[in-house]
């Protein structure tokens, strides 16, 4: 049974928003560090957006800061990436994590993540 499951993503215009969510019911304790990574066609994943719980930390790559938000509303399970402003170079499939790193920018940055969901893709082109 997959234990995070996303939903959102889609086509959208350079400059448009769009929503992706999260189902981490398994992962609301205090534990895991929660986040979401892309990848593009010939690129490595990477991580965008990590936040703690713990810590309270949050961290954003360059290249989406100020454009997108992370959240999450514990008491239903759900994490949340807002995305704004959408450029082209946005287009990835992108994927929700979470395990039990330090902080949030040790789960973007350098942990070797065991839990991902199933990814969903993001397009951005007009």
């Known amino acids: 049974q997959a234990q995070l499951v996303q939903s959102g993503g889609g086509l959208v215009q350079p400059g448009g928003s769009l929503r992706l969510s999260c189902r981490a019911s398994?992962?609301?304790?205090?534990?895991?560090?929660i986040g979401w990574f892309r990848q593009a066609p010939g690129k490595e994943r990477e991580g965008i957006s990590c936040?703690?719980?713990?810590?309270?930390?949050?961290y954003y790559s360059d290249a989406v800061k100020g454009r997108f938000t992370i959240s999450e509303d514990n008491a239903k399970g759900m994490v949340y990436l807002e995305m704004n402003n959408l450029k082209p170079e946005d287009t990835a499939e992108y994927y929700c994590?979470?395990?039990?790193?330090?902080?949030?920018?040790?789960?973007?940055?350098?942990?070797?993540?065991?839990?991902w969901g199933q990814g969903t893709q993001v397009t951005v082109s007009s």
């Open positions: 936040m703690s719980r713990s810590d309270g930390s949050t």
């Open positions: 994590a979470a395990d039990t790193a330090p902080n949030a920018q040790a789960l973007c940055l350098v942990w070797r993540v065991a839990h």
């Open positions: 398994r992962y609301t304790s205090d534990d895991y560090v």
